[in-house]
């Protein structure tokens, strides 16, 4: 009786030991980082900052998230002894209401890892396109929010917004920091580019955009401040204009939709329309859970965590769509890029060529200003700085349309584990 | 995880979501 006495203090000791042990780990880390911050030539952005309005929310920002993920993402990878497979996805698929009738692969012992479980195709019939809609939805889930801009702030929830600049980025919109180098188009591909540009009523490129033709349809969404809009040949840096609340067209508006994936919905995400991306802006930020207990409890959780915007158009005009990653889903995978690696230590090898980064989501890197605010080296040894924002152009993928074209329903990507 | 959409469209537009609402990839969401 006196030793488990004694084994419980021992315990609890420990416990509450270690506890105190990673949070002030996490504070050291944010002071550090803070440190970083202060000495790089930005000035620290706010809206990167947790304001947790509780002293718990503030310890769960200090946990060390992205190495969970990590970690979670290691375990699920390790391979499962084919006996355990079946029942350990079955077991899943009950926790979390998983249809395992939807799933593509009919025999589950083919599934090495729960990871890849997690990334499981399902059939095509069970999830018909409709053709006929204007827009589709580009995931399984639940919508969280949805409406109207206004003034560029998006809601959150009732109360709590955040502001779409710091979402997607704003401002000058830097010279690619890295190009995702496609072969250029050869006959065919141009005449398919050709006839999608010509089916989605698109009909204009980024160069009429930048002429002005387009004024309310790009990036000026992205930007606040009357700034004149003129394209310098020489670095290609575009100076876009407009300020959200004049746009310059008065029949359109900007809207927004917030879906939320459970653990067990299906996690690949696809097209949801015909459009154009021209830019992939990774914000390397943190990894909370975005459950909805905390995006109603967490301001400004969106633009806090990792996140994958991709910028372009449509027929109607300006369009993105942004994956946002979570503790126990750190990889965001994009299909046609593969040089974006998400929740990583190291920059990937990709940018090491042409790495200009911004450790200040405001500006992108920006190749005219000469001004590397971090140089990517040549080897893997460059760690990622947080709140940075690594931006590439797809405006190799066709001369057509100065993009990637996604047509409605297509495959795009979806969230790995860890 | 959670995919957000930041669009344009004309103010004709509307979407045929309510909060809370079960979606399915490929699912209407928004129509002119």
Redesign the interface.
Known sequence: VKSSGRRKKFMSRWLALSSLSVVLYGVVNKIKHKGIQQNSSLDPDESHSVKPNSWTLYAYSTLPLKAISRVWGQFNSLELPVWLRSPSYKFYAYVFGVNLDEVAEPDLSNFRNLGEFFYRTIKPET????M????????????????I?ENGE?EQVKGMTYS?NA??GQRKLAAPVHRINYQLDDDDVVQRHEEFARLNGISYTIDDIIGGRGE??HHS?MNQGDQSLKKSSASQVYEVSNDIAKKSSF???????????APGD?????S?SNWVTTLRRHFVGELFS?APFFQKTLQNL?VLNE?VALLGY?K???????????TN?GSIKINFDKDLVTNSIYESDSYAQTGFASSDTSSCGREDEGTPLIKCSSSRTKKVIKNSCYEATYANASKILRGQPLSK?QEIGG?KLG | ???????????T?H?T????????????????
Request: a positive charge; one cysteine or more.
């Open positions: 999830r018909p396109i409709d006929d809609a204007e827009m589709v939805s580009p995931c399984d889930g639940k919508v969280l929010k949805f409406g801009i998006i779409i979402l997607l309310n349809i969404y029949d359109k508006q900007l809207y927004f939709a917030v879906i939320y994936l299906y996690h690949r995400f696809h949801p975005v969106f996140r449509w109607h005009g300006f369009f993105s769509m942004i994956p946002v990653g979570a889903v329903g969230f | 995880s959670t995919v957000v959409l930041v669009f344009e469209a004309p103010k537009f979407f979501l309510a909060e809370n609402m079960k979606l399915k990839m490929g699912q209407r969401i928004g129509e002119l």
